[in-house]
């Protein structure tokens, strides 16, 4: 078993240093191993950008979206306000199949959004 250095990369957004124009050729994205493009909304400008490069260059990317939590949080708040309008409460089942629904369409509107098979979607917080 061999054991191979792995180093991060940090990269800075566009306009910190190098022009637009040359920014991707100068941080040498063609030479990268594999790319974690991480994200707490949709992607910007900038890392589609990115992500045409990385395509163009075959250069293997995850897109991951963070704070998931996040957005279930809020759609729970949405549904739960729906339910107490009707003088119920929101049930487990209907609990789970929500956040089940919330991950299923953030993964499939950005993986057809940015043309991709697979995005992560992570959470800092304790599992719902």
């Known amino acids: 078993l061999e054991i191979y250095p792995c180093g991060f990369a940090p990269v800075k957004p566009f306009g910190t240093g190098y022009p637009q124009e040359t920014y991707l050729r ?3 994205v063609r030479h990268f191993d594999v790319v974690l493009l991480i ?3 949709q992607f ?3 890392e589609l950008i ?3 490069e990385l395509q163009h ?4 990317f995850f897109l991951v979206r963070n704070k ?3 957005d279930i ?3 729970l708040q949405n549904e739960q306000l729906v339910f107490s309008d009707r003088g119920e409460e929101l049930d487990d089942g209907s609990r789970e199949k929500l956040v089940d629904d919330t991950l ?3 993964r499939d509107d950005l993986a057809t959004l940015y043309s991709v098979n697979r995005v992560y979607c992570i959470s800092t917080m304790k599992q719902h």
Do not use: F, H, N
Not at 57 to 60: A, C, E, L, T
């Open 26 to 28: 100068s941080l040498g």
């Open 68 to 70: 998931i939590d996040l």
């Open 50 to 52: 990115l992500l045409d």
């Open 73 to 75: 949080a809020r759609e």
């Open 57 to 60: 260059w075959k250069v293997p």
């Open 104 to 106: 299923t369409s953030i």
């Open 39 to 41: 994200t707490d909304q």
């Open 44 to 46: 910007t400008e900038a």
